[in-house]
Nanobody, 116 residues
Framework: QVQLVESGGGLVQPGGSLRLSCAAS????????MSWYRQAPGKERELVAT????????NYADSVKGRFTISRDNAKNTVYLQMNSLEPEDTAVYYC?????????WGQGTQVTVSS
């Protein structure tokens, strides 16, 4: 059974940090590109960051460049999103996605709330 399970979300003050994790099971995660998306209330889901299957290349949305870092540990079938200098505008449900050719898997999401 294919599963992506996100964790690490929560409530944090502006300027704070969180690290999200996405644990994969039921497929060979190391063969898949991985992305983090987010969706704020009333807004469309947007791409936050992507990492290639080997971890050798990453891309970020302009809004998070320099603040967020995506990484992966293929031995643990886990992808991470380190989020620093968080802003209220980062408040959203964060989703993990695995993709390879026609195969796409999504996690259920984890809530991140940035508020004082």
């Amino acid at each position: 059974q294919v599963q992506l399970v996100e964790s690490g979300g929560g409530l944090v003050q502006p300027g704070g940090s969180l690290r999200l994790s996405c644990a994969a099971s039921g497929f060979t995660c190391s063969s898949y590109g991985m992305s983090w998306y987010r969706q704020a209330p009333g807004k469309e889901r947007e791409l936050v960051a992507t990492i290639t299957s080997s971890g050798g290349s990453t891309n970020y949305a302009d809004s998070v460049k320099g603040r967020f870092t995506i990484s992966r540990d293929n031995a643990k079938n886990t992808v991470y999103l380190q989020m620093n200098s968080l802003e209220p505008e980062d408040t959203a449900v964060y989703y993990c996605k695995a993709f390879r050719t026609r195969n796409v898997y999504w996690g259920q999401g984890t809530q991140v709330t940035v508020s004082s």
